[in-house]
């Protein structure tokens, strides 16, 4: 994809969704640190369920580490890794505590030495809740980077580094969140929805999928369920 069509692809997703937002709910950093650890091979839907429940009764460190493993447990069995998880966000909470006053730290180094912290997770903590222009390739965002031509690359690191070399710096703030509503809604894995792709004239992907006898003409870039 040339400059020019990177600056068009992004002014078009800007112009459906001048300000995008994660789906993920929350109101403190801390919050939003435990649903991204629970959102890994889930969807942002069944994390929002459980969260709900889970923030109403303990929404700190401390009052989940009150909690216990088997009360915690009992809130989050219904997201895949659930034990996993449910070992993570203790030993995370007790990390944030002992190390950080129980407050979610913004340098990188920090949010990665949490359990259950990866680089993914720590960019879309440092994007959302600090404003960093990070870019979290997730599933979503590593097809439309190759699919359409955007940033190719062989694994998400490599799709990391491109992205940030190549997007318009106007632009990489919000540049996660249009590419995984892109993937998610219309840039699908199995049949990608190019009849009603905001970006259809810039994606390098062929051919284009026609749309369905039954499909309801319409230029949305994004439907939500």
């Not at 040339?2 to 995008?20: I, W, Y």
């Not at 939003?32 to 460190?61: C, E, M, W």
């Not at 390739?137 to 097809?143: A, K, P, Q, S, Y």
């Amino acid at each position: 994809m040339t400059p020019a069509k990177r600056q068009s692809f992004f002014a078009r997703l800007r112009g459906e969704d001048p300000e995008p937002r994660t789906e993920l709910a929350w109101s403190t950093p801390f919050e939003l640190l435990v649903a991204v650890i629970l959102s890994a091979q889930a969807t942002d839907k069944s994390v929002n369920l459980v969260t709900a429940k889970l923030f109403a009764v303990a929404r700190t460190p401390a009052a989940i580490l009150k909690l216990g493993r088997a009360g915690l447990k009992e809130h989050v069995r219904t997201i895949g890794l659930f034990n996993a998880k449910t070992d993570n966000i203790m030993a995370t909470c007790a990390m944030l505590l002992e190390r950080h006053g129980g407050e979610v730290p913004r340098d990188r180094a920090a949010l990665e030495a949490l359990a259950g912290v990866g680089r993914k997770t720590a960019n879309v903590v440092l994007n959302v809740v600090f404003g960093e222009p990070t870019i979290a390739v997730d599933t979503h965002i590593f097809r439309v980077a190759n699919r359409t031509g955007l940033a190719p690359g062989r694994n998400v690191e490599e799709v990391e580094r491109r992205l940030l070399k190549v997007v318009p710096a106007e632009f990489r703030q919000h540049a996660h969140h249009w590419l995984i509503l892109l993937g998610r809604y219309t840039c699908k894995a199995r049949r990608p929805e190019c009849w009603h792709c905001a970006v259809h004239a810039e994606c390098a992907f062929r051919p284009k999928t026609p749309a369905p006898v039954e499909a309801v003409s319409g230029s949305a870039w994004r439907k939500r369920s």
